[in-house]
């Protein structure tokens, strides 16, 4: 019961419609955000956290029916909590990525004070915290439905920010759950590679713009405007063509806009002053 107790002041719980509910963590500067998504037969957990606390728990807590984990892509901050559930679907992209997990050695320097908004729970040892291995036990194209009963979310395949991401539209909600690909934030582009999937995955996010009400962000949450989606789609195409960034960093520029900003390679420019 101390536990639970705990573990609640880490996680804050945001019902926004029903059926779908927020589970922040809102003590970490990332705000990381997992979703429960509940249909009529089962549920979906969509992402798990940064493994601080037991989101399972929460899960159970908040649904009776069966919860399996979607999730977003395999940043170490949204697959956290995987090792607690058996049933784990992923883009194959990333898949290979959950059995590795996350050592303390990579994660631990994300918990100093100055990345906290508030105390860790008592239980936490930061000396012993790593992220456990995962496997994949179903994979996730774009196209597919995933029917929860009552609820069909489909899954698109939206390549940028990592290459096996994926955002889930709940249509007959007007939800879009839109996961680090587009959050009010920094949008990170730094993938060289990836910027030319980043802006056609911005362009097919900027299109469902008008059929969407509520837009729900991995970060920086609770919610997103969906008129934000062409604005970046926009800020995406003046970067492509040639945008002078507003800051300059070594590695990376960063152009900033109206509630976000867009993080990419130095090299864009770069490349783009020779041409
Ligand atoms: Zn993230």
Redesign the pocket.
């Known amino acids: 019961m101390t536990t639970r107790l705990l573990e609640q002041e880490w996680f804050d719980l945001l019902p926004v419609l029903p059926g779908i509910t927020i589970i922040a963590e809102p003590l970490h500067m990332?705000r990381?955000q997992s979703f429960l998504i509940e249909g009529n037969d089962r549920a979906i957990l969509l992402d798990t956290g940064m493994g601080v606390g037991d989101i399972r728990a929460i899960a159970d807590d908040l649904t009776s029916l069966p919860v399996s984990v979607v999730n977003s892509h395999a940043?170490w901050?949204?697959i956290g909590g995987n090792w607690r559930f058996d049933d784990i679907a992923i883009h194959p992209a990333e898949a290979e990525m959950l059995p590795k997990g996350g050592s303390n050695a990579r994660l631990a320097r994300w918990f100093t004070p100055d990345h906290l908004l508030g105390p860790l729970p008592r239980d936490f040892d930061l000396e012993s915290y790593s992220i456990a291995p995962s496997t994949a036990t179903q994979l996730l194209l774009d196209g597919d439905y995933i029917d929860l009963g009552g609820r069909e979310l489909s899954v698109l395949h939206t390549p940028g920010q990592s290459t096996g991401g994926i955002v889930l539209l709940d249509e007959q909600a007007g939800v879009l759950f839109s996961t680090?690909v587009a959050y009010p934030g920094p949008l990170y582009a730094y993938e060289r590679d990836e910027w030319s999937n980043y802006r056609a995955t911005m362009r097919r996010l900027a299109a469902l713009a008008s059929s969407i009400d509520i837009v729900l962000p991995?970060?920086n949450g609770p919610t997103m405007e969906p008129s934000l989606l062409p604005l970046m789609d926009q800020a995406f195409a003046d970067i492509d063509a040639g945008r002078i960034p507003d800051t300059n960093g070594a590695e990376t520029v960063t152009h900033r806009f109206g509630g976000f900003s867009v993080v990419v390679p130095a090299s864009l420019n770069e490349e783009r002053g020779e041409a």
Do not use: L
Request: proline share 0%; aromatic share 0%; charged share 40%.
């Open positions: 990332e990381v940043h901050d949204h680090d991995s970060h």
